[in-house]
């Protein structure tokens, strides 16, 4: 199973999530289903943020 879209930005842990869903939506439209369980960049932000 290879993911064309991953992209790392500042954080080499955090994947960029819009794109990851981008690729999992064309390779596999069943996914859409389960897409509010992944969180959003700015969700992601928010929670990081709360943690410091």
């Known amino acids: ?3 064309s879209n ?3 930005c ?8 819009d794109l990851l869903q981008q690729d999992l939506i ?3 439209p ?3 289903a389960t897409l509010p ?6 969700a ?3 929670d990081e943020r709360g943690r410091e």
């Open 1 to 3: 199973m290879q993911f």
């Open 30 to 32: 069943k996914v859409k």
């Open 37 to 42: 369980l992944f969180m959003s960049e700015k």
């Open 44 to 46: 992601w932000a928010e």
């Open 26 to 28: 064309d390779h596999y």
């Open 6 to 8: 991953l992209c790392f």
């Open 10 to 17: 500042r954080n080499p842990h955090h994947i960029d999530l």
